[in-house]
């Protein structure tokens, strides 16, 4: 069974800096596409980046320039470094793999969550 676990959440002031990692843990072969979403109070859950297994990553015009996603494939581990954050930023932040293959099968998977507040 494969699972995914975030760090790295918190609380930070405006301007301040943040970052988060989701590993995941299981039979892993291989994973297409790492992403991470966000969803504040009241709102629907939205794309904040993704970055692909050929190295093509996607932005949310929000965090353009401020967002950076990374991921290490050895340990099957994805990266969002926060800059310049603003408190429309704050939510909780989920990480998100598609396209996992186990061997077996291809499936998607989502972390529980990790809150990021960030104060004006």
């Known amino acids: 069974q494969v699972q995914l676990v975030e760090s790295g959440g918190g609380l930070v002031q405006a301007g301040g800096s943040l970052r988060l990692s989701c590993a995941a843990s299981?039979?892993?072969?291989?994973?297409?596409?790492m992403g991470w979403y966000r969803q504040a109070p009241g709102k629907q859950r939205e794309l904040v980046a993704r970055?692909?297994?050929?190295?093509?990553?996607k932005y949310a015009d929000s965090v353009t320039g401020r967002f950076t996603i990374s991921r290490d494939n050895a340990k099957n581990t994805a990266y969002l470094q926060m800059n310049t954050l603003k408190p429309e930023d704050t939510g909780v932040y989920y990480c998100?793999?598609?396209?996992?293959?186990?061997?077996?099968?291809?499936?998607?998977?989502w972390g529980q969550g990790t809150q990021v507040t960030v104060s004006s």
């Open positions: 998100n793999f598609d396209y996992v293959w186990d061997g077996q099968s291809w499936r998607d998977y």
């Open positions: 299981g039979s892993i072969i291989s994973i297409n596409t």
């Open positions: 970055l692909t297994s050929g190295g093509v990553p």
